[in-house]
């Protein structure tokens, strides 16, 4: 139990605000870490602010003593994210939790020196603006899709908005400052038709961290977005410090959960980068008949693997065949980092892909919708390291999109291929990126300096 045992240390007290999503949490709980590591003593406190039910899940899970938990009500029904209705979630966070928050914030002791919020909780830079408390924005997708979003207009004036993916998809936008060139297929999908009613969300979250927060934290690494960082910090009067990657890492130094042996066993039986570990993420998923391409697929490729698949497991199992295991859950970055794992199909989340870097792995590319899409384009055309399995939708019928079985299993041979030429040195341009990835978090990297002086910075009320 955290106790500030000498009144005259003065506690830097940090209240952390997460989205109510996984791929938002994560990055928030491992920054709190981060943060906790750097100072073990008594002057700093974490206060991890998450809904009634994200506690149930995450609040018994391992936690320096400088961290803790506070709830906000349930005010967001589960059943909005199991039926996909992302507006209507998306609608319930930002109606029914800023009043509950800032009653929070009034009540915590010691004061709040320092909030750090997920600018899409969109109303938590009107809470510090209120209470004069600094804001520090933690943003949980690439760089580059903050400057998409901070580069609106740019769409607009240049006729690109909204986007008209099926027709106009190939059309190249170059007019983005700091973000080279992009096809208008590669751009997140907010900014089409389907996407349109969570844009303005997405456009106030990104102006509120210009206009009114104090800080912009990105869960990214410097050097792996260099040219739009400068961009941005050009253009800001708020210091930018990306402190990336905001993984698990600091967790793989302890020893393994035991919950988890049979994997961990089953793990340690395959011979080395010969399993493929498949993570199709959790929010919305491919159409039935281009699962069952992928399914077989996988199986004809004859390779192993290892799969992530809520929900239907039961049945992935029964058709997948028998060269691998399929599973609810698992420590992914530990996965990654394991030796015999060979590849990585990812849907592109910004937090899985940090791990694959992490990991040194290259990656099969499976977007779906939001930020997958550039991100599917920063692995496979600007980092190349990767494929991509799925077309983009670009001018044809829906059902001239799918990607067959045979395609599927003759791709994933390629990409598992680690004596080819083309397989050499795309997982050579991989471990190039993990030694920037891991130069960047030990001392005095880019990020490791950037979270210095970040703690510095709130630490002396600076702002
Ligand atoms: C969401 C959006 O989908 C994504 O586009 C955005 O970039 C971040 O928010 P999500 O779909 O949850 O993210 O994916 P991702 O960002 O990859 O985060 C998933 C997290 O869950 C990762 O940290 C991953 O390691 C973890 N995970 C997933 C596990 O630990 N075990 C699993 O079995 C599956």
Redesign the pocket.
């Known amino acids: 139990m955290y106790t500030v045992k000498d009144n005259h240390i003065s506690v830097c007290h940090v209240v952390a605000l997460p989205y109510p999503?996984?791929?938002?949490i994560?990055p928030m709980l491992n920054l709190c870490k981060l943060l906790s590591s750097k100072k073990p003593d008594n002057t700093l406190l974490i206060t991890t602010v998450v809904t009634e039910e994200w506690h149930g899940f995450i609040g018994s899970d391992p936690k320096p003593d400088n961290i803790r938990f506070a709830t906000l009500p349930n005010a967001i029904p589960s059943e909005l994210v199991r039926a996909n209705d992302f507006p209507g979630f998306v609608e319930a966070v930002n109606t029914k939790l800023e009043a509950p928050f800032e009653q929070l914030v009034d009540r915590l002791e010691p004061p709040v020196s320092a909030i750090v919020a997920d600018p899409y909780v969109v109303w938590a830079v009107r809470v510090g603006n209120r209470r004069n408390i600094p804001v520090a924005a933690l943003w949980?997708?690439p760089a580059s899709v903050f400057s998409f979003f901070h580069h609106f207009e740019l769409l607009k004036q240049n006729g690109h908005f909204p986007l008209d993916v099926s027709e106009r998809g190939d059309e190249i936008v170059d007019y983005i400052p700091g973000l080279g060139t992009t096809s208008i297929a590669d751009l997140p999908t907010i900014f089409s038709a389907d996407g349109l009613k969570t844009l303005d969300r997405a456009i106030e979250a990104v102006s509120g961290v210009a206009d009114k927060a104090q800080y912009l934290l990105s869960t990214s690494v410097y050097e792996l977005e260099a040219q739009v960082f400068d961009t941005l910090k050009a253009k800001f009067a708020l210091p930018v410090y990306p402190i990336g990657p905001s993984?698990p890492h600091l967790e793989l130094s302890k020893s393994p959960p035991t919950d988890h042996n049979d994997l961990n066993n089953w793990l340690d039986s395959q011979p080395k980068h010969s399993v493929l570990y498949i993570?199709l993420?959790?929010?919305l998923s491919v159409s039935k008949s281009q699962m069952d391409e992928i399914v077989a697929g996988v199986r004809n490729s004859g390779f192993r693997f290892l799969w992530?698949a809520r929900g239907d497991a039961s049945k992935l199992k029964d058709s997948v065949g028998d060269k691998g295991l399929v599973?609810p859950?698992?420590?992914?970055?530990r996965v990654l980092c394991h030796d015999s794992i060979g590849g990585f199909w990812?849907?592109?989340?910004?937090?899985?892909?940090l791990?694959a870097v992490y990991a040194g792995l290259p990656v099969l590319t499976c977007p779906i919708f939001?930020?997958?899409m550039p991100?599917s384009k920063q692995i496979v055309e600007d980092w190349k390291i990767g494929y991509r399995v799925l077309k983009k939708k670009v001018g044809a019928a829906e059902h001239e999109h799918l990607v067959s079985r045979e395609e599927i299993a003759e791709l994933v041979q390629r990409y598992m291929d680690l004596e080819s030429k083309e397989g050499k040195e795309m997982r050579k341009r991989a471990k190039q990126l993990q030694e920037t990835c891991h130069g960047a978090i030990a001392k005095g990297g880019s990020s490791d300096k950037n979270l210095d002086a970040f703690l510095e910075d709130i630490s002396r009320g600076h702002h």
Do not use: A, Y
């Not at 859950?329 to 970055?333: I, N, T």
């Open positions: 999503g996984r791929g938002h994560n949980p997708m993984i993570s993420g959790s929010f992530v599973v859950w698992c420590d992914q970055l990812s849907h592109c989340g910004w937090n899985s892909t791990e939001w930020d997958q991100i």
